[in-house]
C-alpha cells in the first residue's frame, strides 16, 4: 500500500475521495450552495482591492473627495458580503457534513454486525474502534472545510492572478513565475505526507486497541503484576506514533515554509517592479497599492494550499481505512433462494459428515461429524480441551459455515434459512459471558426485545438469577457496567442463560453453561434448567457430571471425531476415555470450585 502510495500519490488520493461520492451525492446541492458561497465570499474580498486602486488613483489623486465617501462604503459592502457568504457557507455546509459522518458511521456499524465470527477474530477491535470515530471525523472535517477550500483557494489564486494581470501583466507574470517552484514543491511534500498519515491512523488503530486490552483486562493485569509490562508497550507504540506524526509536522513545517516563502518573495517583487513603474510613470500609485493589497488577499489561500492538501491525504487515508472493512464481503449471508422455516419448528437437530476448517487454517477441525438430535432430546457433548466441541456448537446457528456436509434442523440445511429465521430458532449461551454496558433488563431482552417485564423476570427464575437481580439497587434498572464486570462470574453466567431462553427456542445450544456456578447455584440453576430443557432440542457442551447427568444422551467427540453416544451410565461402563475425562482431577476440582458471591 505504501509503496503504491509513493508512486501515485495524487491519483490514489483522488481515487480514494472519490469513493465518498454515494454518501456526498443526496447532498450535493447543499454542499455545491456552500463551496459557491466560499467562493462567492473570496471573490467579494477580492473586489476591495480594486476598489482601494480606486480611492487611491482618484480622490488621493486627484482630490475628487465627493466620491470618497462611496468608495469607502463600498469597501465596507464587500466587507460584509464577505463575512455574511461566509456564514451562510458554515450553516449550508453543517448539517449535511454531520449527516454524511453520521451515514456512515451506521452503514459500517451495519456491516460489522454482518460480518461472520471469522472476520472478528482476525481484526483487533481498536482498530474498527478507530475507523468508526477518528477516520469519520476526519472525512466529516475534509467534506466540511479543507475539500471545499481546497477547490475554492484554487479558484480564488486563478482569480486573484486574473486581477493582477488586469492591474499590470508584468506584476501579474510574477505569480506566474512563482507558481512552477510552488506546485512542484507542493506535490513533492504532499507525496510523502500521504504515506506518514495512513502510518499514523494505522498506528492510532493499534494504540486504541492496547488501552482498550488494558482497560478489559485490568483484573488480570493487576493480579498477575503486569501492568508495567503492558505499559511498556502502550509507551513504546505511543513513541512510534508521536515519531509518525512528529514526521508529519516535520513535513507540514517544510511545506508551510515553502508556501509562506514564496509570496512573500513575490510581494517583494510586485513592490521592487511596480516603485520602479510608479517612479518612471508607466505605473499608478493606486495599480501598485491594488497589486500589493492582492498579493496580500491571496497570501492565506496560497499558504493554506500546502495544509489543505495534507488535509486531503488525511481524508483519503481514512477513506481507504473505511473502505477496507466495508469491501469485505460477508462469508455467511441469507441465501439467494431462502427456504421457509419449518412451521412449527419440532427441534430435530441433525449433523450430517460435518467438517470444518477455519479461514486459514491448514486442517480440519472436525472430521465427518454424525450426529442426531430427536425433537425436544437433551444431548450433552463431552470431549478434552481442543477436541472440536465450542467449534461444533457455533456451526447449528452459523457463527461459522460447515466445509464439508451439513447441519439440519427438520430436515432442513441451517443455510437454506434466513439468518432472522435461524437465530429465532438456534439460541445459544456461550461459555464466557459477554454482556453489554446497560441495564439487566436489556441484557436479558437481547435474547427478545419485545420481551415484558413479566418475561424477563420469568427468564432470570428459569436462570436462578431472579434472587441476586431483585435485591440490586434498582432491580431490572440496575445497570451492570461494562462487560457487567460489577457482577461475579456466576452471576454474569445467569444473565447470559436468562438472556438465551427467555425466547423460548426450539433449539438451544449451550456452551458449558454452569463453569462459573457454585455449587449451591449449580443445583438451583439445573433445577431451573430441567423445566427448560424438557421442551427444547438442546445440545450442551459439559464438562461436569452433574451437567452430562441433565442429557437423555451424551456425545463423546475425540480430535474432531464423534467417539462414542450413548447415555451416561452406557459411556461411563463401556468407553475408558470418556470415564477418564469426567473422573479426572480437573474435573474434580471443577466441581468443588466455588465462585465466591456466585
Do not use: C
Not at 395 to 418: H, Q
Not at 468 to 479: I, N, Y
Amino acid at each position: 500500500m505504501s509503496d503504491h502510495l509513493e508512486q501515485q500519490p495524487h491519483r490514489a488520493t483522488l481515487g480514494a475521495l472519490r469513493r465518498l461520492a454515494p454518501y456526498v451525492r443526496p447532498h450535493r446541492a447543499a454542499l455545491i450552495g456552500g463551496g459557491l458561497a466560499a467562493l462567492a465570499s473570496s471573490l467579494a474580498g477580492l473586489a476591495i482591492p480594486l476598489v482601494t486602486r480606486a480611492i487611491v488613483d482618484g480622490p488621493i489623486a486627484r482630490s475628487e473627495l465627493s466620491v470618497l465617501p462611496w468608495l469607502v462604503l463600498g469597501v465596507l459592502a464587500f466587507g460584509l458580503l464577505e463575512a455574511g457568504l461566509m456564514f451562510l457557507r458554515r450553516r449550508l455546509v453543517a448539517r449535511p457534513s454531520t449527516r454524511i459522518e453520521a451515514t456512515m458511521r451506521e452503514d459500517l456499524f451495519a456491516h460489522l454486525q454482518r460480518l461472520p465470527v471469522a472476520f472478528h477474530d482476525r481484526w483487533p477491535s481498536g482498530q474498527l474502534l478507530s475507523r468508526a470515530t477518528t477516520d469519520l471525523n476526519t472525512i466529516r472535517w475534509f467534506v466540511a472545510f479543507s475539500g471545499i477550500f481546497l477547490v475554492v483557494n484554487v479558484l480564488t489564486m486563478v482569480a486573484g492572478v486574473g486581477v493582477l494581470l488586469w492591474l499590470s501583466p508584468v506584476l501579474g507574470l510574477v505569480i506566474a513565475v512563482i507558481a512552477v517552484p510552488l506546485i512542484v514543491l507542493t506535490l513533492a511534500l504532499e507525496r510523502r505526507f500521504s504515506v506518514a498519515a495512513r502510518r499514523s491512523q494505522d498506528q492510532a488503530g493499534d494504540l486504541a486497541t492496547v488501552v482498550e486490552e488494558s482497560a478489559l483486562g485490568i483484573r488480570v493485569l493487576k493480579s498477575l503484576g503486569r501492568g508495567r509490562r503492558l505499559t511498556a508497550r502502550f509507551v513504546a507504540d505511543a513513541r512510534g506514533l508521536r515519531g509518525t506524526e512528529l514526521l508529519k509536522i516535520r513535513l507540514l513545517a517544510a511545506l508551510w515554509a515553502v508556501l509562506v516563502m514564496l509570496p512573500e518573495s513575490a510581494i517583494a517583487l510586485i513592490l521592487g517592479l511596480g516603485a520602479y513603474g510608479v517612479a518612471t510613470g508607466t505605473l499608478t500609485l493606486g495599480t501598485l497599492v491594488g497589486a500589493v493589497t492582492v498579493m496580500t488577499y491571496l497570501f492565506w489561500p496560497i499558504a493554506s494550499i500546502g495544509w489543505l492538501l495534507a488535509e486531503a491525504s488525511n481524508a483519503a487515508a481514512a477513506t481507504r481505512r473505511y473502505w477496507e472493512v466495508r469491501d469485505v464481503v460477508p462469508a455467511i449471508t441469507d441465501p439467494a433462494t431462502p427456504v421457509p422455516a419449518p412451521d412449527p419448528v419440532r427441534g430435530e437437530l441433525v449433523l450430517h459428515e460435518v467438517s470444518f476448517r477455519y479461514p486459514g487454517g491448514t486442517r480440519d477441525v472436525l472430521h465427518g461429524v454424525d450426529l442426531a438430535l430427536r425433537p425436544g432430546e437433551t444431548m450433552a457433548l463431552v470431549g478434552a480441551t481442543g477436541s472440536g466441541k465450542t467449534t461444533l456448537t457455533a456451526l447449528v446457528g452459523r457463527l461459522y459455515d460447515v466445509t464439508g456436509g451439513a447441519v439440519l434442523i427438520d430436515g432442513v440445511d441451517v443455510r437454506d434459512l434466513r439468518l432472522a429465521d435461524l437465530r429465532t430458532i438456534v439460541a445459544t449461551a456461550f461459555e464466557e459471558p459477554v454482556l453489554i454496558s446497560a441495564s439487566v433488563r436489556e441484557n436479558v431482552a437481547l435474547g427478545l426485545p419485545a420481551a415484558s417485564d413479566e418475561q424477563v423476570w420469568e427468564a432470570l427464575r428459569v436462570a436462578s438469577a431472579d434472587g441476586f437481580v431483585a435485591a440490586l439497587p434498582w432491580g431490572l434498572d440496575t445497570r451492570i457496567g461494562e462487560q457487567g464486570m460489577s457482577l461475579s462470574g456466576g452471576q454474569r453466567q445467569r444473565l447470559a442463560l436468562a438472556r438465551a431462553v427467555i425466547g423460548r427456542p426450539p433449539v438451544l445450544v449451550l456452551d458449558d453453561p454452569l463453569s462459573a456456578l457454585d455449587v449451591h447455584t449449580e443445583a438451583e440453576v439445573e433445577a431451573a434448567l430441567r423445566r427448560v430443557l424438557g421442551g427444547v432440542t438442546a445440545l450442551v457442551v459439559a464438562h461436569r457430571p452433574s451437567t452430562v447427568q441433565l442429557a437423555d444422551r451424551v456425545a463423546l467427540l475425540v480430535d474432531g471425531r464423534i467417539a462414542a453416544v450413548g447415555t451416561h451410565s452406557e459411556l461411563l461402563a463401556a468407553d475408558p476415555e470418556y470415564r477418564r475425562l469426567l473422573s479426572s482431577p480437573d474435573e474434580e476440582r471443577a466441581d468443588e470450585r466455588e465462585e465466591v458471591g456466585a
